[in-house]
């Protein structure tokens, strides 16, 4: 099982930007699909965006394409999420999601490993 540790995040002002990260333990890593989800307080959890194992396909959610941006570092077993012109929308804890079975854009239902989620503030 692999596990996922997220660092990064924290309190920002609208317009900021900030980078989260999320590291994987096993060296699979470079089979899985990658990407974040989001929730925030009273919300369901949402799909921010993912990325194929190899890098070369992303998807996003309409509410943040063109100001996030995901990549990966296979070597370092590491997937990245640039978050850019940040909005108090984008106020949520964010969660690293692995997903064996997808090929670019991966659901809760199939993902296989969770990171432990980091808060994301965006203040006006």
């Known amino acids: 099982q692999v596990q996922l540790v997220q660092s990064g995040g924290g309190l920002v002002q609208t317009g900021g930007s900030l980078r989260l990260s999320c590291i994987a333990s096993?060296?699979?890593?470079?089979?899985?699909?990658m990407g974040w989800f989001r929730q925030a307080p009273g919300k369901q959890r949402e799909f921010v965006g993912s990325?194929?194992?190899?890098?070369?396909?992303?998807v996003y959610s309409d509410s943040v394409k063109g100001r996030f941006t995901i990549s990966r570092d296979n070597a370092k077993r590491a997937v990245y999420l640039q978050m850019s012109s940040l909005k108090s929308e984008d106020t949520a804890v964010y969660y690293c999601?692995?997903?064996?079975?997808?090929?670019?854009?991966?659901?809760?239902?199939?993902?296989?490993?969770w990171g432990q989620g980091t808060q994301v503030t965006v203040s006006s």
């Open positions: 999601a692995g997903d064996r079975q997808s090929g670019v854009r991966i659901t809760a239902v199939t993902v296989g490993a």
């Open positions: 096993e060296p699979i890593f470079d089979s899985y699909a």
């Open positions: 990325i194929s194992w190899d890098g070369d396909y992303t």
